[in-house]
């Protein structure tokens, strides 16, 4: 059974970074698309970053501070996110599509303090 496990999550001010992983338990070429969502509490769970068709996608609030990255030979897909807000707390979901089946991650938590 596929899995993906994200980490990296913490506390940081505005204006910080932090960086998150995500590891997936088969070489990630095999999926159709991989990347980043994210939900805080009361909203609807968004698209933040993600690979797909050889290229990448971001929501416009996250694009020019947020990057994304992948290593192939460690299976793994990473967010790079600087110039964090406090619009950003929400806990961060790694999204795998195999065409066939989608498979999500834990979440890790990321706090932003004003």
């Known amino acids: 059974q596929v899995q993906v496990v994200e980490s990296g999550g913490g506390q940081v001010q505005a204006g910080g970074s932090l960086k998150l992983s995500c590891a997936a338990s088969?070489?990630?070429?095999?999926?159709?698309?991989m990347g980043w969502y994210r939900q805080a509490p009361g909203k609807r769970r968004e698209l933040v970053a993600t690979f797909q068709g050889g290229g990448t996608k971001y929501a416009d609030s996250m694009k020019g501070r947020f990057t994304i990255s992948r290593d192939n030979a460690k299976n793994t897909v990473y967010l790079q996110m600087n110039n964090l807000k406090p619009e950003d707390t929400a806990v961060y979901y790694c999204?795998?599509?195999?065409?066939?089946?989608?498979?999500w991650g834990q979440g890790t938590q990321v706090t932003v303090s004003s």
């Open positions: 999204n795998a599509d195999q065409g066939v089946d989608v498979t």
């Open positions: 088969i070489s990630i070429s095999n999926f159709y698309a």
